[in-house]
Structures are given as structure tokens and as C-alpha cells.
């Protein structure tokens, strides 16, 4: 799936020269949490989100410095600070570094980034120009219209065991070596040793995920067997 396939199209946006107030009022009428600066061609030159209007003059929640942090502090970012506390206008206090996405991009590399860059939204363009925005919510939409089959496949029991197996082994999270598995008409049974709580819920989750797999029975234990002495090394 696409970034175009799930993106809003429909864009709530402001001009470089809207009013921080009417950008504050759009945000709070139209219940969103950031906009898109435009140009009049539909360029996109920044983003201001609720972070960008946390620190305002107007309300008494600028930033209140020491006196040695003035001294010693980058001039230039001071001068930012006051240009985003004072501004007037869209272009005074939008971030101007903005995070996009072409409309082709994968869903999987929008999450990535929504995630790593721990942001809310991402522009999605094409040539430079905006035509969507996508949120987290718009991939919890998603998530919440994939249809499941509930009906699971009926697979033999040796094709079976031998594909959980050839699945576990594939994860680099687990050593196979310690896991058993019966089979026996789409009910699994899991025995042996994990190292880890987290391992032993993905290991369930990969054997209940499984096409073919109707029920689980986990007798996994949590902690690796102790060694005999004929396998420690030697000193």
C-alpha cells in the first residue's frame, strides 16, 4: 500500500502570512494538532504545530532565562527563540525543516519515519508540491479496516510443523535449539526454554499468526536450562 492510497487529500493549510491567532483558532476549531504553511502555488516551505505556539509571549509562557545563559548561549538561537515567542505571522515561527513524503512511498517507510522522527504527521508530495498529509491516526484507520479471515487453512501435519519450524529458525530473536513443537490437526504445542518474556510472546505470536494453526498450547518456560557439566567448557 501507498502513502496516496491512505493520505487526507482534503488539507487544512495556511499562507506564510496567516495570523498566529487564526492559526490557533483553526487548530482549535478544526481539532487538529499542526498545519502545513503553502505557498500560492501550493509549495510546501513549513509546518506549525502546537509545539511551535507552547512558548508565547501573549500568554506569559515564553521561556524565562538566567542571566549567565544569555552570556553564554548561541546568539542566533536566542534570536530564533524570540522570533517564535514574538512572532506575528506563519513564517516567523513555523519550522522551516520539514519531513516528507513522495505519494509513492511504501506504508511501511511512512510509519518509520512518523515513529523515528517522532512526529504526528508527514507531508505526502509530488514535484514539489503538497497533495495529502498523513497521520498516525490515518494508519490506525487503516489497521482498523484490514479484513482478518478468521477461517484458518487445513494443512497436513507434517507441511505444517515443518513450516513453523523453517519460521522459527528464520528469526534472529531465538534459538531454535531450545523450542519443540507438536502438531497434531491445527492445535500446536509448544514446549522447551526461552531466554526472555519478550521472546516467549513472540514466539506465540509467530505460531498464532501462522495459516493453518487453530489453537495453541504453550508449555514454554522462561530461562535456559542449566547446563550438564559435559557441556561447560573446559578451563
Known amino acids: 500500500m501507498k502513502a496516496r492510497d491512505v493520505m487526507t487529500r482534503d488539507v487544512i493549510a495556511v499562507c506564510p502570512d496567516t495570523s498566529v491567532r487564526d492559526i490557533a483558532t483553526l487548530m482549535v476549531e478544526k481539532h487538529i494538532s499542526g498545519v502545513p504553511v503553502l505557498t500560492d502555488n501550493g509549495k510546501l516551505i513549513g509546518m506549525v504545530s ?104 487445513r494443512i497436513g501435519n507434517a507441511a505444517l510443523h515443518k513450516k513453523l519450524y523453517d519460521r522459527i529458525q528464520s528469526q534472529a530473536w531465538i534459538n531454535d535449539n531450545y523450542i519443540s513443537l507438536a502438531v497434531d490437526d491445527g492445535v500446536v504445542e509448544i514446549g522447551g526454554f526461552v531466554e526472555t518474556a519478550d521472546q516467549h510472546a513472540a514466539l506465540r505470536v509467530l505460531i498464532e499468526e501462522t495459516a493453518g494453526v487453530n489453537r495453541v498450547d504453550d508449555k514454554v518456560s522462561v530461562g535456559l536450562p542449566l547446563r550438564t557439566a559435559r557441556e561447560l567448557p573446559k578451563i
Open 50 to 153: 502546537q509545539s511551535d505556539l507552547l512558548h508565547r509571549a501573549e500568554v506569559g509562557t515564553e521561556r524565562k532565562h538566567k542571566w549567565w545563559f544569555r552570556i553564554f548561549a548561541d546568539s542566533r538561537a536566542l534570536a530564533r527563540e524570540y522570533a517564535k515567542t514574538h512572532g506575528l505571522k506563519a513564517h516567523d515561527i513555523m519550522s522551516r525543516y520539514v519531513v516528507s513524503v513522495r505519494d509513492d512511498a511504501e506504508l511501511r517507510d511512512v510509519a518509520d519515519i512518523l515513529d523515528k522522527r517522532r512526529i504526528k504527521r508527514v507531508p505526502v508530495v509530488r514535484e514539489d508540491r503538497m497533495v495529502g498529509i498523513i497521520t498516525r491516526g490515518d494508519l490506525v484507520r487503516v489497521l482498523s479496516q484490514v479484513q482478518v479471515s478468521t477461517a484458518a487453512n
